[in-house]
């Protein structure tokens, strides 16, 4: 994935506020995730072509997500995993 | 704001949160609302529009699709404390003794 730390080679006094500031927002993302758990959830493609889904989980690096009843253009596929890189963007309702 | 977004780091990302912010993606596509928080892991945003009628529509925009990142204001308190407690399990919400 991306960077480990943008703090270390500048200050070692930043990294404790560095690390701070990641494990809230991945605190809130994951609990974000959580809330997500079996709702249908719409995604944005490339090409703009959009997909619903139920959503079921996705793994700790956000590579790829685990769905139910995937509508896609020629038919439904009841279980699939979609790759993080081909989504723009997803919704759903909270 | 134009910016490589994915490499920016916790320090950065966290100044855009509880900020309302239009984020351009994908091919002339921009989306709007307030920045809940965004993944340190993937540098995911998450986008909460609130409705009138209670209830919130929210958008996840992956890190590798930013293309441009905008603040269009501050939230107020309430916005900032309706945003906080959104995710948050029931248990945790109700704190009083």
Redesign the interface.
């Known amino acids: 994935s991306i960077v480990t730390s943008a703090a270390s080679e500048t200050d070692a006094e930043q990294l404790p506020k560095e690390q701070h500031a990641r494990s809230v927002l991945r605190e809130s993302f994951l609990r974000c995730l959580l809330s997500m758990t079996n709702k249908k959830v719409r995604f944005h493609l490339h090409e703009r072509v959009k997909v619903e889904a139920t959503f079921g989980a996705s793994d700790i690096d956000v590579l790829n997500f685990q769905v139910s009843d995937l509508h896609t253009p020629i038919g439904v596929q009841k279980e699939a995993l979609i790759r993080c890189q081909d989504v723009i963007s997803f919704t759903f309702e909270a | 704001m134009q910016c490589d977004w994915?490499?920016?780091?916790?320090?950065?990302?966290?100044r855009y949160?509880n900020k309302q912010v239009k984020v351009k993606?994908?091919?002339d596509?921009e989306?709007c609302g307030w920045l809940?928080?965004?993944?340190?892991?993937?540098?995911?945003l998450?986008l909460?529009n609130f409705k009138e009628e209670g209830?919130?529509?929210?958008?996840?925009?992956?890190?590798?699709?930013v293309e441009e990142v905008e603040v269009l204001r501050e939230a107020d308190d309430e916005t900032t404390e309706r945003l906080?407690t959104?995710?948050?399990?029931s248990k945790t919400r109700r704190l009083d003794p």
Not at chain 2, 7 to 14: E, M, V
């Open positions: 994915p490499l920016l780091g916790p320090l950065k990302w966290i949160v993606a994908g091919k596509e989306r809940l928080t965004v993944d340190p892991v993937s540098a995911s998450v909460v209830g919130a529509s929210v958008q996840v925009v992956m890190g590798h699709a906080q959104s995710f948050l399990p």
